[in-house]
């Protein structure tokens, strides 16, 4: 038993004692959405409209697969617009909201969560790519509307 202890604290401080490779993050942050985009394989379609003080902060990928816009105002809230290739819900939430609807924005049909009167979370597909946007500051199923109106479709 002595020799397994031993055994196990030798181990454990060769992993620990900065001797073995740490594993790559699957997060790598970009400074340009274009550059971002690229790695992903996607077109760059962002929102060109956000509620009043929203800019945009941070621009990354997740594995190679899933791209991600933080846009942040004054308070400290967040806006995450997310892109990737196919139709799954890539939000990440999977909070259960008091409404859950379609709405409609042109000939695009968008799935709406939230309140009553304020949507959480939006989640759309279009032309072979999944998108969401996520509120931590709820808005209006109408500020909603119009910012993925404002997505320029190439």
């Given at each position: 038993m002595k020799h397994i202890f031993i055994a196990t604290?030798?181990?454990?401080v060769l992993f620990i004692g900065g001797s073995t490779q740490a594993m790559p993050s699957p997060?790598?942050?970009y400074t340009s959405v274009r550059d971002a985009w690229a790695v992903v394989?996607?077109?760059?379609?962002?929102?060109?409209l956000l509620p009043?003080?929203?800019v945009q902060k941070d621009i990354i990928v997740i594995d190679k697969s899933l791209a991600e816009i933080f846009y942040r105002n004054d308070a400290g809230k967040e806006i995450l617009f997310r892109m990737a290739k196919g139709d799954a819900d890539i939000s990440g939430d999977s909070?259960?909201?008091e409404v859950n609807q379609i709405v409609q924005v042109g000939r695009q049909y968008i799935r709406v969560k939230g309140t009553e009167?304020?949507?959480s979370l939006a989640l759309w597909s279009r032309g072979g790519y999944t998108f969401s946007l996520s509120f931590e500051e709820p808005i209006s199923i109408e500020a909603v509307q119009a910012i993925i109106s404002t997505i320029?479709?190439?």
């Open positions: 604290v030798a181990i454990s997060l790598v942050t394989g996607l077109p760059v379609y962002t929102p060109t009043v003080g929203y909070t259960i909201y009167k304020l949507v320029p479709w190439n």
